[in-house]
């Protein structure tokens, strides 16, 4: 007889233990369908996180392109007109080099026409770099001459300028 008490015990202990497992499982099934729920929950907020983010870096994307258009653009009109600035800084320098030359060739003129006395007088008058330019351009005889109507000291000065001076040693050395 104990061992029916024995074996009746067992059995409801078997019997409590599996519905003590049918809760727990019931229990942990739930718990587990509760966490899917907010697994589920947090990848739909990421995934619609995700997208707002994409659409926000793509708009972002944009106007940095648009901006980089602009600026190429603005680059664009800046290089042309630097260059229209340069073509006409040469095309004035050249207009100057013409006028300076033009200016010079009538001055020259004038110099080779006039008396050697009154040359010599107005030339002695002039800075000396000045005057130093104006003999040089002129013809060797007519500033031997020039030379001679001028102050010795002055015409001393003139031909030192004209031998040592940097403008002059490119044409004095090829003489």
Known sequence: MKFIYFIIFLASLLYAASENNDEILADREAKIAKNLELIDSSRQELEAY????????????????????????????????????????????????????????????????????????????????????????????????IFAKMDPQIAAELTQILKNDELFKDLNSTK
């Open 50 to 145: 995700r997208a707002a983010t994409n659409t926000l870096f793509n708009q972002r994307e944009e106007q940095i392109l648009a901006k980089e258009r602009d600026l190429n653009k603005t680059l664009a009109q800046i290089s042309q007109k630097e260059e229209n600035i340069k073509k006409m800084l040469d095309k004035n320098e050249k207009i100057l080099s013409e006028i300076k030359s033009i200016t010079n060739d009538k001055i020259l003129s004038v110099y080779a026409k006039m008396k050697d006395g009154a040359a010599a007088t107005i030339i002695a008058q002039l800075p000396r770099d000045e005057a130093a330019k104006v003999l040089h351009a002129l013809d060797p005889k007519k500033i031997s001459t």
